[in-house]
């Protein structure tokens, strides 16, 4: 089944301490993204990558890192978490040339930092 | 960049009605334009979509029409079913000036809630 896989899907934790959201996708796309998700703002694009090792910033990149050294998977990596990035994070994939417009999601990973 | 308004907010109607969600645009050069469902737990789902070149796209009981010249884009549900609640987003893409190679960014709407009173 085509789908796109994020872990863990709820997850608890503190101001400061790292975590990683793995996401994983079994389409072979090239283009991955993520975005969070927060009431009354829609869904807006944290990073994004158009293939292994090329990565660059969406619109709200600040306190986010990111790695694509595989294809199919793209971690979103808090080095320092705050109370701010409690939100609901979305991973997507999507075919990389023109037209390709349909980006498939993943289930969502719910984040509380206390 | 692109700023997308979305209206309304919020929803309700009888099941069997239509229900009506409207968005705006701000770049003229946008081209492309999905509807993505989102359901309790899950993540969004394209249901629709239209590109510049066409006026309205039917599909079932689902119909996007889009005014280019007025900047504006509205999802249109018929007959109603209680499976039609969802929180339903649009969004606008314009083509990556730069380069050919499908980063079409999608700006998001901020959502409306639908639900469908049985």
């Known amino acids: 089944e085509a789908q796109v896989t994020q872990n863990p899907r709820y997850l608890i934790t503190v101001t400061g301490k790292k975590l990683t959201v793995t996401c994983s996708q079994n389409m072979n796309h090239e283009y991955m993204s993520w975005y969070r998700q927060d009431p009354g703002l829609g869904l807006r694009q944290i990073y994004y990558s158009m293939n292994v090792e090329v990565t660059d910033k969406g619109d709200v990149p600040e306190g986010y890192k990111v790695s694509r050294k595989e294809k199919r998977n793209f971690p979103l990596i808090l080095e320092s978490p705050s109370p701010n990035q409690t939100s609901l994070y979305f991973c997507?994939?999507?075919?990389?040339?023109?037209?390709?417009?349909?980006?498939?999601f993943g289930p969502g990973t719910r984040l509380t930092v206390t | 960049g692109e700023n997308v308004e979305q209206h309304p907010s919020t929803l309700s109607v009888q099941e069997g009605d239509s229900a009506v969600i409207k968005c705006t645009y701000s770049?003229?050069?946008?081209?492309?334009f999905p509807w993505y469902k989102q359901e309790l737990g899950k993540g969004p789902q394209l249901i629709i979509d239209?590109?510049?070149?066409?006026g309205e796209k039917k599909d079932q009981r689902i119909a996007v029409t889009l005014n280019k010249t007025a900047k504006h884009f509205s999802l249109h549900i018929t007959e109603t079913q209680p499976e039609d609640s969802a929180v339903y987003f649009c969004a606008a893409t314009a083509p990556d000036s730069i380069s050919n190679f499908g980063n079409e960014k999608l700006t998001f709407g901020t959502g409306t809630r639908l639900t469908i009173i049985p």
């Open positions: 997507a994939s999507k075919i990389a040339y023109r037209g390709g417009n349909e980006q498939y």
């Open positions: 239209i590109r510049s070149n066409v």
């Open positions: 770049d003229s050069a946008s081209n492309y």
